[in-house]
């Protein structure tokens, strides 16, 4: 199945887990993912704007940073990410993650569950 | 974790299911990846260069098109993809990619398998 770009539901999400700002989600895989995939979906963060600190218990989730600059905190860490680089959350372990430099964070976020 | 893109393990696989020429693959999330994701990669298809047809049972592939153009066989249906596109097989079904137009076609495939 093709599921083409014009035709995918995009959500905005405002204060994302208590972040800063709206960010929008395109939902890339459709409603209907396959059953251990819990989210598939290309993520716009504007430039301050930012997904709040959360943790992940029982899946892991992979953000692939496709354009712009990031400031994450990876489970107490402060690291600065940039396009091709991946963060990695799992194991109950929290992040979070605002668009930082001059263009919006685009990133595909990917969640894949344990059970 | 952050994987930083110029610590991740690039393959280069020739003839990939019996597709034309050699195509790269970056390990997003290293060799490890969670237990129900098999393959995070990204893919770059130079054109002209292609991934044979084979289908996916017991497990679903996202192909998210991130640039250049593609012709993809869609279980027998022969599509044009475009950045922002994704094709999804799973539940036995066929696909295969090529590289068309004139800049290598680059996307990230995701297998998320279901037991």
């Given at each position: ?45 504007p ?6 600190p ?16 990031g ?11 940039k ?8 194991g109950g372990a929290t992040?979070s993650?605002?668009?930082?430099g ?14």
């Amino acid at each position: 199945m093709i599921i083409e770009h014009s035709q995918m539901e995009v959500e905005t999400k405002t204060n994302l887990r208590e972040g800063k700002g709206s960010v929008q989600m395109t939902l890339l895989g459709g409603r209907q993912l396959q059953k251990h995939c819990r989210i598939l979906s290309e993520v716009l963060i504007p430039v301050g704007a930012s997904i709040g600190p959360h943790s992940h218990s029982g899946e892991t989730e992979y953000y692939i940073i496709l354009e712009g600059t990031g400031l994450v905190d990876d489970d107490g860490k402060l690291v600065n990410v940039k396009p091709g680089d991946v963060v990695v959350t799992g194991g109950g372990a929290t992040h979070s993650i605002e668009g930082t430099g001059k263009v919006p964070l685009k990133l595909i976020a990917v969640i894949v569950t344990d059970a």
